[in-house]
């Protein structure tokens, strides 16, 4: 069941969902209140400064993207991202956090509770709260399904809090749900009108005129450029350096949508459309000179803001402002690649505000899925990712071999015998990798040899041995 659709227009959803979905926008609100006046607030201070949200995929690119896009200069909390499992860039966060870690309010996002790059970096951000002497779950809030392993954690822990995510809602068009609601409204930003601005556009997308449908014109101008097979990338350039991220957004939001192997009807198609993207004016100092006289391999989507700033301007020639150039560069450009053939698209918008972007999500959200019925394929779910996923698992899994392997051995083995022992079978460029790594981690390997030359190698565990 597809329905992210009805978190901006209750009254479509099922009768069961009715209440659920504007009884959680309340719950949020209410909550965000007090943290806002300080009646959540932490053990170890008046109120929290600063909010620390950890997920990955949609549970991190949508609030990213609205973040950047709309937050105030000054907003009510700041807000940072761990939204991988690099041990480097947890650090780093941790590192900027680490004098507020008693005001921060910890967000963790997880549909199913078990993503692992989402429970690695609430792992280690708890370490880092207890290394502190502070209580993790005083300054937790969970957004995860009723039922997840999540769930049942916060249930035994006792959380700070608990907001639901459904299964009606996927991950990349999971922005108007408490995933993205939540860290805007701490931002002060109006998640009222982000819905409102949603419900405007779905309902302009289900006119059945095409001239007038802008998903529809949106999604038949993609199958144009791509002959229907996704023959070109999609180049977004938004002119405004607060939508720099929307390209970054539309990657998950595009690709893992129309990125299928088969469509419907089981046919092998490999359906898909790339998406990237800089901001304008930058990327004419970046790659437009490509894009202009170099391979005609994609069309181009400008994002037009209207509204310079809100107050006004200087001039910085005569009659001409900042803006003035800006806008003359989109225009400039748009006008360069037509004259060398080359395809755009210009959507316009009046202000970068939470209406117009919340319109401009859901446009996007609509294009895909119009897009999804002309290439006839499934733009709700993502094989190739769990596909990825299992293969980490199994090497993770094979990690756990090659240690046991080495901490049972009692003299250096060559890695060919280590494969052996471990069952790798003919894996044995997968064993070298794991164990390249974990040398270079300090984890007990020792690799003894020329590292350009693996046949070479002996390899032994100066650790702890297995009890």
């Not at 408490?178 to 701490?186: E, M, P, Y």
């Not at 038949?220 to 180049?235: L, P, T």
């Not at 069952?423 to 300090?442: C, T």
Request: with cysteine; net charge negative.
């Amino acid at each position: 069941m597809v329905g992210h659709y009805w978190l901006r227009n209750p009254e479509i959803a099922p009768l069961e969902l009715k209440n659920q979905i504007p009884g959680n926008i309340d719950r949020i609100e209410a909550f965000v209140k007090k943290v806002h006046d300080g009646s959540v607030r932490p053990p170890e201070a008046p109120k929290f400064t600063d909010i620390l949200s950890i997920g990955i995929g949609g549970s991190a690119l949508g609030p990213e993207f609205v973040a950047e896009a709309l937050s105030a200069a000054c907003p009510p909390l700041a807000i940072h991202f761990i939204d991988n499992t690099d041990p480097t860039g947890i650090d780093r966060i941790l590192n900027r956090l680490h004098h507020r870690l008693n005001s921060t309010l910890v967000i963790v996002t997880s549909k199913s509770g078990g993503t692992p790059e989402t429970r690695n970096g609430m792992l280690e951000v708890k370490h880092a709260y207890e290394q502190q002497g502070l209580n993790f779950t005083a300054h937790a809030v969970v957004i995860t399904m009723l039922g997840s392993k999540m769930d049942e954690l916060e249930r035994i822990e006792g959380w700070l809090a608990e907001f639901p995510m459904f299964d009606w809602v996927g991950g990349r068009t999971s922005e108007m749900s408490s995933v993205g609601l939540l860290s805007a409204s701490l931002l002060g930003i109006d998640v009222r009108a982000l819905l409102a601005g949603a419900k405007e556009m779905d309902s302009a997308t289900r006119v059945h005129e095409l001239k007038r449908n802008p998903a529809a014109l949106l999604a038949f101008a993609w199958y144009a450029a791509g002959n229907g097979k996704g023959e070109k990338d999609m180049v977004v350039l938004p002119y405004k350096d607060s939508l720099l991220l929307f390209s970054r957004y539309l990657q998950q939001l595009v690709m893992e949508s129309l990125g299928k192997e088969k469509d419907l009807d089981g046919n092998t198609v490999h359906q898909g459309l790339a998406v990237y993207g800089n901001k304008g004016s930058t990327d004419q100092h970046a790659f437009v000179q490509q894009l202009r006289e170099g391979v005609a391999n994609f069309f181009v989507t400008f994002i037009e803001v209207l509204e310079d700033r809100a107050g006004p301007s200087i001039e910085v020639e005569a009659e001409v402002t900042s803006g003035d150039f800006l806008s003359g560069f989109l225009q400039g450009t748009r006008q360069a690649l037509f004259e060398n053939l080359r395809d755009s698209i210009t959507v316009t918008i009046s202000r970068v505000d939470a209406r117009s972007v919340g319109a401009l999500i859901a446009l996007y959200e609509r294009a895909v899925g119009f897009y999804a019925s002309l290439i006839n394929i499934n733009a709700y779910h993502q094989p190739g990712v769990e596909a990825g996923k299992k293969a980490a698992e199994n090497l993770l899994g094979l990690q756990r071999k090659i240690l046991s392997v080495l901490k049972g051995a009692d003299q250096p083995l060559t890695l060919p015998a280590l494969a052996e022992k471990a069952d790798a079978g003919e894996r044995i460029e997968d064993v070298y990798k794991i164990l390249r790594h974990l040398a270079a981690n300090r984890r007990g390997v020792d690799l003894h040899g020329d590292l350009a030359k693996p046949g070479g190698l002996t390899i032994s565990f100066n650790g702890p041995a297995s009890v």
